[in-house]
């Protein structure tokens, strides 16, 4: 794999930068759900509890794409397993299916197909 992007070189350069913007972009959507559901929390009786694991994940997909960004591989692994938890925590616990998650997923896997696979060999 190292001979087939043997002229990359671990600058960030734009197609890098604006994938990332993405995926922060769509986990920010998801965000801005899980907010919208705490403020009417009440009127749709979902417990308080909930919400300190939900954006405890949050945050986790936040963070997983900005150590992606300094090129750590642990972001990489972490990314999709916070948004498949984000995903399935909201199926079961509430039977909302969020199309920010499935959006997300699939614009991490044309991500890592064309801007962190090129990469990888800069990431530790």
Same mark, same amino acid.
């Given at each position: 794999?190292?001979?087939?992007?043997?002229?990359?070189?671990?600058?960030? +350069? /734009?197609?890098?930068? =604006? @994938?990332?913007?993405?995926?922060? *972009?769509?986990?920010?959507? #998801? %965000?801005?759900?899980?907010?919208?559901?705490?403020?009417?929390?009440?009127?749709?009786?979902?417990?308080?509890?909930?919400?300190?694991?939900?954006?405890?994940? +949050? /945050?986790?997909?936040? =963070? @997983?794409?900005?150590?992606?960004? *300094?090129?750590?591989?642990? #972001? %990489?692994?972490?990314?999709?397993?916070?948004?498949?938890?984000?995903?399935?925590?909201?199926?079961?616990?509430?039977?909302?299916?969020?199309?920010?998650?499935?959006?997300?997923?699939?614009?991490?896997?044309?991500?890592?197909?064309?801007?962190?696979?090129?990469?990888?060999?800069?990431?530790?």
């Amino acid at each position: 794999m190292n001979d087939n992007f043997a002229n990359e070189s671990p600058k960030k +350069d /734009l197609g890098f930068v =604006l @994938s990332l913007a993405a995926l922060i *972009l769509f986990s920010l959507m #998801g %965000v801005g759900i899980d907010f919208d559901e705490f403020s009417q929390h009440q009127e749709i009786n979902i417990p308080n509890g909930y919400f300190y694991f939900i954006f405890l994940v +949050d /945050l986790l997909m936040i =963070l @997983s794409v900005f150590i992606i960004y *300094l090129y750590k591989k642990i #972001g %990489v692994y972490l990314f999709p397993a916070a948004v498949v938890i984000h995903f399935m925590s909201h199926t079961y616990f509430l039977s909302t299916f969020l199309y920010t998650d499935v959006t997300n997923l699939f614009l991490y896997i044309t991500v890592g197909m064309f801007a962190i696979l090129p990469k990888w060999q800069f990431f530790k």
